[in-house]
């Protein structure tokens, strides 16, 4: 059976005159390398299951408190700041430069307390910013350096402006820049709200370049959305980084801004908005939101119930198994159940 | 043993086109003799100067090898050459030689490329194959700008890679061959030009051109022999390149051409030769030389590849050059087959096709749903923009209209959703069977000792089929036996000599001879009959004593044996190594030789025999060689007291009807009832007759010999005439029983392949007694086995004998109660049948309707053992049983004869044995020992087969499931196939993220260990339930895979709904967790984790998380830094965690029970195996113990 066996069987002074082609012997080529075999026996199946629950309960009822401490108001007011006369056609109104567009309305009360810092983020549902025509339409090179200024290959139909020049930046995405503002007030006294920072670090300083600058933006015979001050860099426009980043699902938030100071509860907060942003044409929606943060992110209960749920189907399936060990069990490797001892016995056949 | 099995002669290859129409003259007053001086071993080449016996062949030329059937050599003269047919050869005139044809030069190019051609050619051939082509067609569909899912460069990324990978591999190969054929070409050789030899490279050899060989050389292209140092045009080749027979063959020149010496006298003449064929042992050309046409024969040509021996040199004209030559039009790759599981991977892979489409067909339909909803707004919506307004008129941008967005939609969502043909699978699978051979070929137990051969795998895409054998078809000589001959017994003159038989006196005294202080001994030694020795020596007067005498004359000279002295390590002893292209000859030769007639030299016209002690010559006046007609051979000898006899040996049916029986009936009653009992012990035997010839019969015989050989038209069958005319009323001198040793470990192998429920059928040429003998000893047959024998002569009888056995194995099987009792069971406690059928009868069945009962009878029957069938007969049963099962067909054997048989099946195996490299070249798999089939079977095969199918599946689910989960997500953009994942990504999910864990896992994860799978040789049946690869085990993965894209997919988009999540962010967090579930799935079905798993597990993860890191790293790409950022907040975490566990736990459950609840034999060895309650240690002793001696009385 080894190797080492059968030499000498020969002569072995004879067998090494000829050059002999005996594979060489290692553990690797006989394929024998040391190697764990586990099996899934119920002890094995019942501990891992055990695990997962007493593991994802916790972490479950974690994050559902944690959620729960989030405290968040939202107002959506896309029908709500339509004036009753263009409730009809309120692409037109929305589309027309002559409205108003100016909306003063009160928010819903705080439920309970907000600590700072408060987010302010705008929603938009369903809006295709994951659209493929939408996403592939824009430059990052054009965003990052001032030479890449004419790479606008992508960007169409928004790559130049009427002069021939081309548009910075570039593209449908920058082109439908979302331009709804917000005021808040709580009892006549304005609160901040700081637009600084409220992208990621990287994108302000690699991804959008402090040494380019708006050009020809929003010049076309069609308007997006915002339009940007061309003597502010890129880098520093945050309400562009934000939206350029593109979301990944037609219903999204984007950070708006940060309220700096707590908000009791019941404290009424009075918000005046420019509607701006034309999301009639598709029936999106629009609101506005205040929210407090935790570790898991938002107000998102949906993570602490599947956590709970994969826990409890752990343990429950975990019960299960126990109970069908102890009611029926079956001998591991117990060679009698092996089909051709069972045939020989007399049992079922098994061809 | 088919018929035209080398019993008595020739070999069948080199079969009856030896032809030697004329024959040189024996040179009467030639040289003294130089043979026995030391630097001319070779006694053959020993010229004499005695006297014939029989003065009037003096004048005459003297015959020699006078019957070498002349089939073709008749044939090629009947039909005049067509001159169209034919080449010119002008010797040694060049530029009348090639003026007219286009021949080859000798330089050879086995390379496919040149450095210009490499990249055009290469590319192309690798283009034939479909799955590049599909990856083409993706590409290039992926450059039309309207179609442009990804970008240009990712969209060639995983074509480029697999045609570099291929093409690199390609490059080295060629390298290698180029080097090669540079050595080859560069060698040198003696070629006569402007009157005299000049060292000449081999590639600027001519054809035409006279080229001398010295002893040693190789030889650079084909030549017709001119002469040689012989001065009767002998010159003596080693093969073993050409069809790896290690014998030395004889090649002659013609006797005009023999004197001529390009020195002196310029040779001009011209060849007539057919154009260049594959067929090496066919030639067929006319000389034209001096006026006279002289045929010229297969055995008046050197072929390139052969090397001369013995001869000290050899003159030849160039025929046949470079690529023309008989070995380069042969050199030819191994056979393609296609694995069964592959066939059988195809019918799913229409399933996914079918699925893409389907997948595809929503996508578009979707999208054009929505377009048609919204057409009205699409100039408005700020995310579809249709007008575009930069430049003066407004028109739309890419809006083809709303038919022409659907097509496009399709065509883009199948650019997106390529990777669910998983084309990959088959790059892996090419992989994985390289790596599944290598493990193979390094087995040391299929290493074979003896002949120092390793396991081969000739063919590479049928590994995983070695684990569904049903049926082992196998030669019986050389496959289950040894092919090495030994003479066991002898019945002379009506009495059985069988002393010798396995009681060998280890102090025998080994008959030698002394010549000149020079001990002679033959090289192998004979047990020998101490009685028979006794009698030989001293009773040589009485009648038995000279029947004794003749007898081991014949077999001394009735052959083709030519003694070759060797050295040994003994200056004073030499050995004679008789050669010969029997084995059956060899060992009558060495027989002889340990009885005291020792043949020590053969020249063209004599036989030398040492008669104890006393050297004798006997001129050869003639020689009927074996055909399988007559299945007998004879030699008409001259004896030196002056008396012409007629030995004749050949099988006993032939043997027994030219036999005079009035002479001696006892003696042939008693002889046949030795013949019987010795091939009921399983021996070969020959008959051996002889007959006293009266001047007057010889003179008859001569002259119609004579006529008979130089005859134009017909001359095989004349010569078989003259040769049946002879060999009549013989007197019966007795008969040689030969054994063929069963192969070590035979019997335990069959067992073994049995008891996997393989049915072993043995196809044989051999006689029904020696077959069903050597059935009892390989234990193919066991006593309680109820025989069928099935030998009839006529169709009726056939089918009458058919029908009764099927009958009869009706009652027998509703006796035992059981349908399925032949098959799985070892055979014990049940009557088993056993199917002895002959060829005679195969005639009548095969290609007729009786198939179908023959193939119902042999289904009931655990044995079928068919003897004295021809080569393609085999075939034509190997065709039988394919055409009417699914099930896999191997054949196993070592013989020419066995070539077509090998061919026919759906695996073939050849034993590198004795018997030449045919059935190595045609076979799939090479191997020393027969006993090896059944690691290759048992071990590997089971192991392939089950790494294969686990792969496939794991395969397709991969690739599906991240098929799935892009067109989850394209449901949530629009239907305008977005995808989250990066374009890199999605390239390289199926070249690095998920490849090398399954090629790993495929070549080297088992499920059993080789003790397991030895001694339980019943968990083949995995193979044969097709347990590893089904289409249920398809759906149920299907299902899983769905599951799990749903779980991958809608845990993330659930968490994150309506949240600030960003494309790319998403995007990383869906890469991650898919490449982490599949490979943990993988990791989850791994049975046997050694480091190098590991490795390739967690490594794959582990490289998965830096590509995507570095993706992320590139700010030009949209998704810059998220992979850090989202790394940075819990949700990420908590999604993975969530999504391995969510989307594993059902298969995890599913698993477990259907482990826990309905353990397949597979599962619980391994259970066994790890708890240690698996007897293992018993049946692998007695597997690998070494049975030397056969319990065969």
């Known amino acids: 059976m080894t190797p080492k066996g059968d030499k000498g069987k020969e002569g072995d002074s004879s067998f090494a005159k000829k050059k002999s082609r005996r594979p060489k012997y290692s553990r690797f080529s006989q394929q024998e390398l040391p190697a764990c075999k586990p099996i899934l026996s119920p002890g094995w199946v019942v501990s891992i299951f055990i695990t997962i629950g007493i593991v994802f309960i916790p972490i479950g009822f974690a994050a559902l408190f944690a959620s729960e401490r989030v405290v968040e108001l939202q107002f959506q007011y896309d029908q709500d700041c339509v004036p009753a006369k263009y409730k009809d056609n309120a692409v037109a109104y929305i589309q027309s430069n002559a409205t108003d567009k100016t909306c003063t309305r009160k928010m819903p009360a705080v439920t309970s307390k907000m600590k700072s810092p408060i987010y302010v983020y705008y929603q938009i549902d369903h809006y295709f910013q994951n659209h493929r025509r939408y996403v592939k339409s824009r430059s990052d090179d054009q965003l990052r350096s001032v030479a890449k200024e004419n790479s606008t290959s992508d960007c169409a139909p928004e790559r130049f402006a009427k002069n021939g020049q081309p548009i910075v930046p570039c593209g449908l995405v920058a082109w439908s820049l979302f331009n709804d503002t917000y005021k808040f007030s709580v009892k006549n006294k304005t609160i901040a ?58 219903s999204f938030r984007k950070l708006y801004g940060r309220i700096e100071v707590d908000l009791d509860a019941h404290d009424e907060i009075t918000i005046e908005l420019q509607n701006n942003y034309n999301t009639y044409s598709f029936k999106g929606s629009k609101s506005v939101i205040l929210s407090t943060a935790s570790w898991i992110g938002g107000k998102n209960d949906l993570m602490g119930i599947a956590y709970l749920t994969i826990g409890g189907m752990c343990l429950f399936l975990a019960i299960c198994f126990i109970l069908m060990y102890v009611l029926k069990p079956r001998p591991l490797g117990d060679t009698s159940y092996l089909s051709w001892n069972r045939n020989a016995s007399g049992g079922r056949l098994n061809f | 043993m088919t018929s035209n099995r080398p019993l008595l002669i020739p070999s069948p290859r080199t079969p009856s086109t030896h032809d030697l129409p004329t024959l040189p003259v024996f040179p009467d007053s030639a040289k003294p003799s130089s043979a026995m001086d030391s630097e001319n071993p070779q006694p053959t080449l020993n010229s004499s100067s005695s006297r014939r016996s029989i003065s009037s062949v003096q004048s005459k030329p003297s015959m020699r090898y006078g ?104 490059a080295y190969e060629d390298y290698r061959r180029h080097r090669s054929d540079r050595i080859e070409n560069n060698r040198l050789a003696s070629v006569f030009v402007n009157n ?125 050059a470079g690529r023309e030559t008989k070995v380069m039009l042969n050199s030819s790759g191994a056979p393609s087959k296609r694995s069964r599981l592959e066939t059988r991977m195809n019918h799913e892979i229409i399933m996914l096709s079918l699925f893409l489409v389907v997948l595809c067909s929503v996508v578009s339909l979707c999208a054009a749903v929505w377009l048609r909803r919204e057409n009205d707004n699409l100039d408005d919506i700020l995310f579809y923009r249709k007008k575009d307004y930069s430049e003066g008129e407004v028109k739309d941008y890419k809006y083809y209209g709303w038919a022409l967005e659907i097509v496009f939609t399709f065509l883009m969502s199948i650019i997106v959703f390529q990777i669910m043909i998983p084309i990959s699978l088959y790059i892996s699978m090419e992989l994985v069977r390289v790596g599944q051979a290598y493990f193979m070929i390094r087995d040391s137990q299929m290493y074979d000792e003896a002949s120092n051969a390793r396991f081969q795998c000739r063919a590479l895409n049928i590994n995983e089929d070695l684990g569904q054998i049903k ?46 202080g020079i001990v002679l001994r033959p090289k192998m030694n004979v047990k020998a009959d101490p009685d028979l020795l006794r009698l030989l020596r001293s009773e040589k007067d009485t009648n038995e004593g000279k029947h004794v005498h003749e007898f081991f004359l014949a077999l001394a000279a009735c052959n083709t044996i030519v003694p070759l002295v060797t050295d040994s390590s003994d200056p004073n002893v030499r050995l004679i190594d008789y050669q010969g292209e029997s084995p059956d000859e060899q060992a009558l030769v060495y027989a002889a030789a340990a009885y005291g007639f020792m043949l020590i030299e053969r020249t063209s016209g004599h036989i030398t025999i040492d008669i104890q002690g006393e050297r004798q010559r006997f001129s050869v006046l003639g020689l009927h060689e074996f055909d399988s007609d007559r299945k007998r051979m004879s030699v008409i000898l001259g004896c030196p007291d002056k008396t012409v006899k007629v030995f004749v040996k050949g099988a006993d049916t032939t043997m027994f009807s030219v036999t005079d029986r009035r002479l001696n009936l006892n003696i042939i009653r008693a002889t046949e009832a030795h013949i019987h009992a010795y091939s009921s012990l399983g021996l070969r035997t020959l008959v051996v007759g002889m007959r006293e010839l009266t001047a007057s019969e010889f003179e008859q015989w001569h002259s119609s010999f004579e006529a008979a050989s130089t005859a134009l038209i017909g001359r095989a069958a004349l010569l078989r005439k003259v040769a049946g005319n002879i060999e ?135 044995v079928v053992l068919c003897c004295r069938v021809a080569p393609l007969q085999k075939a034509g049963i190997v065709a039988l049983v394919k055409k009417r099962t699914a099930d896999m067909t191997l054949a196993i054997g070592d013989g020419a004869n066995d070539v077509s048989m090998i061919q026919m099946a759906d695996v073939g195996v050849g034993i590198s044995g004795q018997e030449g490299r045919q059935a190595v070249m045609a076979s799939d798999f090479a191997m020393g020992q027969f006993r090896f089939l059944v690691p290759l079977l048992l071990v590997h095969g089971h192991w392939n087969y089950q790494r294969m199918g686990y792969m496939i599946l794991y395969n397709f689910y991969r690739n599906a499931v991240f098929v799935l989960i892009l067109f989850w997500y394209v449901l949530f953009t629009c239907f305008t196939l977005t995808t989250a994942i990066t374009e890199w990504s999605s390239m390289l999910y199926s070249i690095i993220y998920t490849a090398l864990p399954t090629i790993v896992v495929g070549v080297l994860d088992k499920d059993l260990s080789r003790m397991t799978l030895l001694s339980y040789p019943q968990l083949y049946g995995a193979g044969h339930r097709q347990e590893c690869y089904n289409t249920k085990l398809f759906w149920v993965t299907m299902v899983d895979t769905l599951w799990q894209s749903v779980a991958v997919f809608f845990i993330p988009l659930l968490a994150y709904w309506g949240s600030t999540i960003d494309t790319s962010s998403i995007g990383d967090l869906w890469t991650l967790s898919v490449v982490i579930l599949v490979n943990i799935h993988l990791a989850m079905d791994i049975i046997r984790w050694s480091w190098i798993t590991h490795a390739a597990i967690w490594g794959s993860i582990i490289a998965t998380w830096i590509c995507v890191i570095v993706i992320d790293a590139i700010p030009s790409l949209v998704g810059y830094w998220a992979i850090f950022d989202v790394m940075k907040t819990g949700p990420f975490w908590l999604c993975l965690l969530a999504i391995i566990i969510a989307a594993l736990t059902p298969r995890f459950c599913v698993k477990f029970l259907c482990q826990y609840y309905s353990p397949s034999d597979v599962q619980i060895a391994r259970e066994a195996e790890k708890f240690g309650n698996l007897r293992v240690s018993s049946p692998v002793q007695i597997e690998m113990n070494p049975i030397m001696e056969l319990p065969r009385r």
């Open chain 2, 196 to 320: 005299q030899f000049q060292l000449k490279k081999w590639k600027d050899v001519q054809v035409g051109e006279i080229i001398k060989i010295e002893a040693n050389e190789g030889i650079p292209c084909d030549m017709v022999l001119l002469s040689t140092s012989d001065p009767t045009g002998v010159a003596y080749v080693q093969t073993i390149n050409l069809d790896g027979e290690s014998n030395l063959k004889t090649r002659y020149a013609k006797q005009e051409t023999l004197s001529k010496l390009p020195e002196k006298d310029r040779i001009t003449g011209m060849i007539k030769c057919e154009k260049p064929n594959r067929n090496i042992y066919g030639f067929q050309a006319f000389m034209e030389i001096d006026g006279k046409r002289l045929s010229l024969g297969p055995s008046n040509i050197v072929l390139r590849g052969c090397e001369l021996k013995n001869t000290h040199w050899a003159l030849g004209v160039a025929v046949y």
């Open chain 2, 67 to 170: 019957s070498r059937g002349a089939d073709s050599e008749g044939a090629a003269s009947q039909k005049e050459m067509n001159d169209e047919d034919v080449r010119i050869i002008h010797i040694n005139d060049l530029a009348h030689t090639n003026e007219r044809f286009e021949f080859s030069g000798n330089s050879i190019r086995t390379t496919k490329y040149s450095v210009i051609t490499f990249l055009p050619r290469n590319l192309f051939e690798q283009f034939h194959r479909v799955a590049y082509l599909y990856f083409l067609v993706i590409a290039v569909l992926n450059q039309l700008p309207q179609l442009a899912v990804f970008g240009r460069g990712v969209s060639i990324l995983p074509l480029a890679f697999v045609l570099l990978v291929t093409a690199v591999k390609d």
């Open chain 2, 728 to 862: 009549n009323n013989l007197i019966i001198l007795g008969a040689s029983g030969i054994e063929d040793k069963l192969q070590l470990g035979v019997p335990e192998a069959i067992d073994s392949l049995r008891t996997a429920g393989v049915q072993v059928w043995v196809l044989t040429g051999d006689k029904q007694e020696t077959a069903i003998s050597i059935g009892y000893s390989s234990k193919l047959l066991t006593r309680r086995m109820t025989q069928i024998l099935i030998n009839s002569s006529s169709k009726e009888s056939c089918r009458r004998n058919l029908e009764d056995a099927i009958l009869m194995s009706k009652k027998l099987t509703t006796v035992s109660g059981n349908e399925h009792s032949t098959r799985g069971s070892s055979g014990d406690g049940i009557t088993s049948l056993a199917l002895i059928i002959d060829g005679t009868s195969l005639v009548y069945i095969l290609d007729s309707e009786l198939e179908e009962k023959l193939f119902e009878l042999a289904n009931r029957c655990s």
């Open chain 2, 471 to 516: 049926y082992v078809f196998s030669d019986k000589t050389g496959t289950l036996t040894e092919n090495k001959m030994e003479f066991q017994c002898a019945s002379i003159w009506g009495v059985d000599y069988n002393g010798g038989r396995g009681s060998l006196e280890k102090d025998q005294l080994v008959h030698n001879v002394q010549i000149d």
């Open chain 1, 193 to 250: 709200v700081s637009k600084k920072d409220i992208t990621w670090k990287s994108d302000r300083e690699k991804k959008f370049s402090s040494s380019v600058y708006p050009k020809n933006f929003q010049s076309g015979g069609l308007i997006g959305g915002a339009k940007l001050n061309s003597s502010i860099p890129l880098s520093q426009q945050e309400d562009l980084i934000v939206w350029m980043r593109t979301a990944a699902m037609p």
